[in-house]
């Protein structure tokens, strides 16, 4: 199994900003990704975050607006850049042990 | 390309009545199938699995789902809900072979709600 730890758990940011989450694991991983989910709605994929090389992005994810960086096999984070109100949304990070996927508690961000 | 549906948005049971969350999913190949829990305000929590192995599968908290390639379906249910039970229910297929990349699809999720 894997224990995943995520923060902020949340946060308020004004719009144009910009905001780091971090992603820790508490084992070595191979595959880890990142999820958005908006208010009243399911998980979708934004991107899958590659050790030593740059991240994969989901149709309608763009690199420019959401940086991942995956430094090691325990840690990643995810940068929302440029904020509007539109990205206001849960964001999950996930890491994949075995055939299981584990999830963190999640970042609740606010864009005001 | 891969999909999964559920296939009702919101599920009321009353307290000690059988609970059934229906999904159906579409793959090219023999999926891997997934029922993860949301409580508010927490994280995800798997409840039990399928990867071709016997069709009817156990998980926790007496959850239990079938396997049916025959009407591509992959219900959950559970003989006699619980309070606790309240929460969202997300249907989810993995990306088959040979990609095998870990990708999750999300169906768009089931909210049950249990009545004392």
């Known amino acids: 199994s894997a224990v995943i730890s995520q923060k902020p758990s949340r946060d308020i940011c004004q719009r144009g900003t910009s905001l780091t989450i971090q992603c820790q694991v508490d084992s070595q991983v191979t595959m880890m990704f990142w999820y958005r989910q908006q208010p009243g709605q399911s998980l979708t994929l934004i991107a899958t975050a590659n050790q030593g090389s740059e991240a994969t992005y989901e149709s309608g994810f763009v690199i420019d607006k959401f940086p991942i960086s995956r430094p090691n096999l325990t840690f990643s984070t995810l940068t929302v850049s440029n904020m509007s109100p539109e990205d206001s949304s849960i964001y999950l990070c996930?890491?994949?042990?075995?055939?299981?996927?584990?999830f963190g508690q999640g970042t609740r961000l606010t864009v005001v | 390309a891969q999909s999964v549906t559920q296939l009702d948005s919101h599920v009321s049971v009353s307290e000690g009545t059988p609970v059934l969350l229906r999904c159906n999913y579409s793959s090219s190949y023999s999926p891997s199938l997934f029922w993860y829990v949301q409580h508010p305000n927490k994280g995800l929590q798997l409840l039990l699995k399928y990867t071709s192995a016997a069709t009817l599968v156990k998980g926790i908290n007496g959850f239990e789902a079938e396997f049916k390639k025959s009407e591509t379906s992959f219900h959950l249910t559970k003989p006699s809900a619980h309070m606790s039970d309240a929460a969202e229910y997300f249907c989810v297929v993995s990306e088959p072979p040979p990609s095998n990349t870990g990708k999750l699809i999300f169906g768009q999720g089931t909210t049950l709600q249990v009545k004392p």
């Open positions: 996930s890491a994949k042990s075995g055939t299981e996927a584990f």
